[in-house]
Nanobody, 117 residues
Framework: QVQLVESGGGSVQPGGSLRLSCVCA????????VDWYRQPPGKERELVAG???????HYGDAVKGRFTISRDDTKNTVFLQMNSLKIEDTAVYYC???????????WGKGTLVTVSS
């Protein structure tokens, strides 16, 4: 089994920063396969920062240049550093892992980020 536990969400003003953490446990073959999605209120879930399948993570257009994903194998944790936050970044942020060998998806429960003035 796989467990993904997000933390670090909260309320912040536009222009502020937050760092989300996703502690990973269980049958995870590589943290490079762990990535971040978000779901804004009333909208579909969307990719924020993708898996590093080729060693490089790819970002959604809306967050390029502002968000950075990083992985710490010693802590089994994946981070999402979010800078220059905008009101439209308000969403529930989810940690996601796909076991490509078995084609199985795993999701954390999410952490809410609210950007408002």
């Amino acid at each position: 089994q796989v467990q993904l536990v997000e933390s670090g969400g909260g309320s912040v003003q536009p222009g502020g920063s937050l760092r989300l953490s996703c502690v990973c446990a269980g049958d995870i073959l590589s943290l490079n396969w762990v990535d971040w999605y978000r779901q804004p209120p009333g909208k579909e879930r969307e990719l924020v920062a993708g898996p590093a399948l080729d060693g490089i993570s790819h970002y959604g257009d809306a967050v390029k240049g502002r968000f950075t994903i990083s992985r710490d194998d010693t802590k089994n944790t994946v981070f999402l550093q979010m800078n220059s936050l905008k009101i439209e970044d308000t969403a529930v942020y989810y940690c996601h892992y796909m076991n490509y060998a078995r084609a199985v998806n795993y999701w954390g429960k999410g952490t809410l980020v609210t950007v408002s003035s």
